[in-house]
């Protein structure tokens, strides 16, 4: 119970319906406050408890000083969490082991529960492999079954074994369009009470429900586990930037377009741990699709969340997707008397500001590595040029070429160029050169929600296909939405044959190539590439295009709209300006370019209108959480604790509680550590924990290999990530990964110091030596270390490792948390330091001091580092908040939950 220190307590009556609500208006300042630290102060006032929020605690949110840097820490209770199943799996291991734990200790093992809605949505899992037939989907689904049977029936059981958990099976659709079409309440309803719908997931693009006016955003694993615990997340009041809307996208334009923009203009200002809320009069004129999909890019550009206030819009969407219209009547009613109801003329306190004209967005695509990388449409071909050379021919240690661009070997118009003759199966035969568009996918929560820009690209398929035109024979070409409802759409828009026509044919329901789940290249394809290290590319509708994440054999990876992946298909290279010059000829041989096959908005439109109705989602969600036949007929493990299969290679009993006492050990400054890993700038968690193809020479490989699996059921490092056998040893094994102490290197290598000479070793190994030696590890690195995926096994995967420290020029969010959460110190570096101006090697030998001040109750702002060479230096602690320090102390937070669990 709230203990109620503002009489906010009130009674909201909606129809019939009558519900207890706390009300924002009994707090002085709250009608200033932008739309999120609106949902913020209901949550303190609704949670107050007067020990761990306080009375002050919401003063100070009611009293928020826009300008002022962020310092005054608060507890937000989540109304939910959501899971996918690359990240959920090990949640529920973590809570399976948990219950073993207190067992263990003497506790309850129900106490292991969550105490708030936790649903897992499977859709990480399935792979293309087969692709560009009409059975393509049927046969991903049965491989999919046949590599994560273990995992589905351990899913299974966690849905019997804890409370408040659900699951929706495989099949069914990507996480975050899920989230938005069915399982989002925007006001919450529980035990009488309403309020805002919040929550945290496992997924760094949660943030997709913001489009829908729902707070929420993604976190590690061990933080969301925490949650469903009942631990609030910890936080401070946080900056909130402003981005005001006017005017409308022009015809041509896509959503896309609009978040390439919108990602790479607040890159540039720097929203990293800043809330961004959208407002203004072109609010208004933005569809809840094209919201959704900004919302869900909040990650590209680095912020907590990226909201938009609710409006009709948000109720329009709501009746289509079947919600109950009480229920709709309800958000209404709510948000009106609550002042979070959209005013397109209001101008909220801010404390940044920046401001965009819809009508200057242009078509864009972004590559070949970073979502934050845009390149007008029109510009690609030429940038393409440029940016090749990174990635061709003999390389020096920073992936340069060693040879200007105007002496490029074997160049056509300045383009260095290696054309391989390929014969396909059919024994027909083509070139191959650099920029080979090999891969090109309708894929990824970001664009698949929108039907826009999916009717768009159906659209462009029928066109093509009407004029003759198809897809280069070495594009592996796939469609994976992210719900059944969109397949229902084209089915109903008799657009399916032309899709398929072109080899977009259904792949499966998931994220498939955006996660690195793109499945194998043709044999001929991917022998060429390697052969005669071919810089290939992929074009994907997705929201992520790291280095080395969509495909090993891939080097350049494009994000763009899905008409224009279907552009691409046809045009088969990124060195073909897809704005002048022609994809293809048509029957009778005249040339065909883009603009004959891009619809305008008005059919776009006309489609949309009558493609779809509500009738379609409440088919596919009548009874999500059942499942077919083949997930109903998998036997279920019962018990409240798990009986874990020594012989397992996907499920695992993990080390984390071993040798647990009730009380933690004091904290201690760290002696004699060695560098594992010396990194640069923009290091993501997939170059730490990489989510694709396990290699058969890796340590990960190998351990498959000894446990009797074969190369072909190897799956990959995300379907794994229950087995921390196999996540330890594919930790920093990123492909791409260049670590500076074993230079000339790509991939999960570093210099073993234990051995004579210090010689090039896999980074698993090294590890293990110097753990047996007691020797701890410390990684340094550069600005944006962790950006990307919020992968908890990141942060596991370094502390198991061995890893005590990581000092770095700057951190994204997520990813300093989780380092936090696994008792990992994070540092940086003094300001305008870095490693390599401090004259660090990484063959040194550091100590750090003035750690054991934490044991006093307070966090140091710095502490001493020194090393065997004279280097010393004052690093800055990232510990942010006296709940992180808390966890720190304990060792991380699973362990503060669990010896807290344990005492109530």
Not at 177 to 189: C, K, P, S, T, Y
Not at 364 to 376: E, F, L, N, W
Not at 652 to 675: S, T
Not at 808 to 837: C, D, K, W
Request: charged residues 20%; aromatic residues 8%.
């Amino acid at each position: 119970m709230s203990a109620n220190s503002f009489d906010a307590r009130s009674t909201l009556q909606v129809g019939d319906e009558s519900y207890e609500i706390f009300r924002l208006d009994k707090v002085e300042g709250s009608a200033r406050l932008p739309y999120s630290l609106k949902v913020l102060l209901e949550n303190l006032l609704r949670t107050e408890d007067g020990a761990n929020i306080t009375a002050d605690h919401i003063r100070a949110l009611g009293t928020w000083d826009s300008q002022a840097q962020p310092s005054q820490e608060i507890q937000f209770t989540p109304a939910r969490v959501i899971m996918q199943d690359f990240t959920g799996v090990p949640c529920v291991v973590d809570l399976a082991t948990m219950r073993e734990a207190v067992k263990e200790l003497g506790g309850d093992p129900a106490k292991i529960n969550p105490l708030a809605p936790a649903e897992l949505v499977i859709d990480h899992s399935v792979i293309a492999d087969k692709f560009g037939t009409h059975d393509a989907f049927k046969q991903n689904v049965e491989l999919e079954y046949g590599r994560n049977k273990e995992r589905y029936q351990f899913l299974r059981w966690g849905q019997t074994a804890f409370d408040e958990f659900k699951v929706v099976p495989p099949g069914t659709g990507i996480v975050h369009q899920v989230n938005i079409e069915h399982l989002a309440r925007v006001v919450m309803v529980r035990d009488g009470k309403a309020y805002p719908d919040t929550l945290v997931g496992t997924d760094s693009h949660t943030t997709m429900v913001n489009g829908l006016g729902v707070l929420g955003w993604g976190v590690g694993g061990i933080e969301a586990e925490a949650a469903m615990l009942g631990q609030p997340v910890s936080m401070l009041i946080p900056r909130v930037v402003g981005f005001k809307l006017t005017g409308e996208l022009k015809p041509g334009t896509t959503a896309t377009d609009l978040v390439l923009t919108i990602t790479e203009m607040l890159r540039k200002h720097g929203v990293v741990g800043k809330f961004v809320e959208f407002y203004g009069e072109g609010v208004a004129a933005t569809s809840l699709a094209n919201r959704a999909t900004i919302g869900n890019m909040s990650p590209e550009f680095g912020s907590t969340a990226a909201i938009f206030p609710i409006d009709d819009e948000t109720l329009n969407y709501l009746r289509l997707t079947g919600r109950s219209e009480q229920q709709v009547a309800l958000v209404e009613s709510y948000a009106k008397t609550q002042g979070l109801w959209l005013d397109p003329k209001a101008e909220p306190d801010f404390s940044e500001k920046l401001e965009l004209d819809l009508a200057t967005v242009v078509p864009s695509i972004a590559g070949p590595k970073r979502p934050q990388d845009r390149i007008v449409l029109a510009n690609a071909a030429e940038q393409f040029k440029t940016d090749v050379l990174n990635y061709v021919d003999t390389a020096d240690e920073a992936g340069k070429e060693s040879f200007p661009a105007s002496d490029a070997p074997a160049a056509t118009n300045g383009v260095p160029s290696n054309p391989v003759t390929v014969t396909a199966p059919d024994g027909t035969t083509y070139e191959l050169d650099h920029g080979a568009v090999t891969v090109a996918a309708i894929t990824s929560c970001t664009n698949t929600s929108n039907p826009y820009v999916m009717i768009g690209a159906a659209l462009v398929a029928k066109k093509a296909v009407e004029k003759g035109l198809t897809r280069k024979p070495w594009v592996k070409s796939t469609l994976a939405p992210g719900s059944k409802v969109v397949t229902d759409y084209f089915e109903r828009a008799g657009l399916t044959p032309y899709l398929d026509k072109l080899g977009f044919n259904l792949v499966g329901y998931g994220c498939t190539t955006c996660i690195g789940n793109s499945g194998p290249l043709p044999d001929e394809v991917s022998q060429a590439v390697n052969e005669h290290d071919l810089a290939v590319t992929s074009v994907l509708s997705g929201n992520r295009n790291f280095e080395g994440r969509i495909n090993p054999d891939v080097k350049m990876n494009y994000l763009a709209s899905p008409p224009l992946v279907v552009a691409y298909a046809i045009a088969g290279s990124m060195k073909v300006d897809i704005t002048t010059e022609a994809l293809g000829t048509d029957t009778d041989g005249n040339p065909v370019f883009l603009k004959d096959i891009w619809p305008s908005e008005a059919e776009v439109n006309e489609v949309v209108a009558a493609a779809i109705g509500e009738d379609m989602f409440s088919k596919s969600y009548s009874d999500v959480f059942a499942g077919d036949a083949q997930w109903q007929s998998l036997p279920v493990p019962t018990g409240n604790t798990f009986e874990w299969d020594s012989e397992s290679t996907y499920v695992r009993k993990p080390p984390y509680f071993e040798g647990m006492g009730m009380d933690p050990a004091p904290v201690e400054n760290i002696a004699g550590a060695r560098v594992l890993a010396k990194l640069g700038d923009s290091v993501t968690t997939d170059h730490i924990s990489p989510a694709g193809a396990i290699k058969a020479d890796t340590p990960a490989g190998k351990y498959l290999t000894e446990h009797g699996v074969e190369r072909r059921d190897f799956n990959s490092y995300g379907s794994r990530r229950g087995n921390h056998e196999v996540m330890i040893r594919g930790t920093f094994a990123n492909i791409r990964l260049r670590n500076q102490i074993a230079p000339g290197t790509e991939g999960g290598y570093t210099r073993d110091f234990t051995q004579d000479g210090a010689p090039v070793a896999f980074i698993y190994d090294a590890s293990q030596n110097y753990q047996a030696a007691g020797t701890p590890l410390v990684v340094l690195a550069g600005k944006e270390y962790g950006s990307g995926s919020s992968r908890d096994w990141a942060a596991k995967g370094t502390a198991l490792l061995g890893v005590k420290a990581v000092i770095a020029e700057s951190y994204e969010r997520i990813h300093r948390s989780n380092l936090i959460g696994m008792g990992v110190l994070p540092l940086q570096f003094p300001e305008g330091a870095t490693a390599s101006s401090l004259g660090l090697t990484g063959e040194e030998t550091f100590s750090f001091t003035g750690v054991t001040e934490l044991n006093d109750g307070t966090t140091p702002r710095t502490v001493k580092v020194t090393t065997d060479t004279g280097v010393e230096f004052d690093a800055v602690v990232r510990i942010d908040t006296p709940g992180e320090a808390d966890y720190y102390r304990n060792g991380g937070i699973m362990q503060y939950v669990l010896r807290n669990l344990i005492r109530k």
